[in-house]
């Protein structure tokens, strides 16, 4: 497997990656006014303009059977939810995305909060965008154990109830409690429950490892690419190492790339890589119009 960590903008090093070559990209960039002392913070109101940039390079890198997962957050901005994310979704579609789907990370350990108006956030969503509706997805990869779930529903459902709403898009399987009798395994839920990271202080959001892996689990296979433009201190490079993916990882914090390295890479491997990605961006400077 081949992992490669990339110091720089992403805005200007995804350029030099191939096209159609990446089968998942899982990020989660700065959000709108966060991490300003290490990312400088975007405003919530410019922040579509800054991200479409790179979601154009994104759409161009990934596989036509790929899928792109973003972590992201909007935020309240005097005393209501600031829209930015709805807008990134709608500009992304003009894009030329299509939004598949959306999952929600349940933060199980988040601390009580209070404010006038809210209560504390516990969650954050992880949207699912796609190039076509035709992509890869491994569903009986992220399977759970199905417990008594189904001979517990089925004592309290009628002879009609247990047959009752198929599905109206297929064989109505999955609607059916009956056909789950005395299966081991079943499909999860779009609500992922996990804690968030408490031991890794190296980082200001730091998402735990079970977060990509899920992810990487369901839409690729081993051998298969994992791009992160956002890198951080490289949690979803070492779970997509560790899963046997190839990956490439970006990122624009001299501190968080060196951490990233010493903890991914040995540095023989990481001066090797630099001198074909110099390699690289010496074929692609030369290849451009004058």
């Known amino acids: ?7 720089g903008d992403c805005r200007g090093e995804l350029k ?21 002392d290490t990312y ?30 973003l972590n992201i957050k909007e935020k309240v901005v005097d005393g209501e939810r600031h829209t930015y994310v709805i807008e990134l979704i709608l500009a992304m579609r003009e894009q030329g995305w299509l939004w598949t789907e959306e999952f929600i990370w349940h933060k199980k350990n988040s601390y009580p909060g209070k404010w006038p108006n809210r209560f504390r956030d516990s969650w954050e969503r992880l949207l699912q965008f796609n190039k076509t509706r035709k992509f890869n997805m ?4 992220v399977m759970v154990p199905m417990g008594d779930w189904a001979e517990r529903r089925l004592k309290n459902l009628s002879d009609t109830d247990k047959v009752r709403d198929p599905s109206r898009v297929g064989s109505g399987f999955g609607k059916k409690i009956a056909n789950w009798i005395g299966r081991d395994k079943a499909y ?47 949690t979803t490079m070492r779970v997509a190492q560790r899963m046997h993916r190839n990956s490439i990882g970006i990122e624009i914090l001299d501190e968080y790339y060196s951490l990233a390295k010493s903890q991914i890479l ?14 690289k961006r010496e074929k692609y400077e030369t290849s451009q119009p004058k």
């Open 40 to 69: 400088g913070g975007v405003k919530p109101d410019d922040y579509v303009k800054w991200f479409l940039p790179i979601t154009d390079e994104l759409l161009r890198v990934l596989k036509p059977t790929g899928t792109f997962v």
């Open 266 to 279: 040995p540095e023989l491997d990481i001066q090797e890589y630099q001198l074909v990605l110099l390699e």
């Open 188 to 234: 999860p839920s779009n609500v992922l429950h996990l804690a968030t990271e408490t031991k890794n202080r190296n980082h200001s959001a730091v998402f735990p490892e079970g977060l990509p892996e899920w992810f990487i689990k369901l839409f690729t296979n081993e051998g298969d690419c994992v791009l992160d433009p956002f890198m951080g201190s490289g």
């Open 138 to 141: 491994y569903q009986e990869s």
């Open 16 to 36: 030099y990656l191939p096209d159609n070559s990446v089968d998942l990209i899982f990020t989660s960039p700065p959000y709108a006014d966060s991490r300003t």
């Open 1 to 7: 497997m081949e992992t490669r960590l990339i110091l």
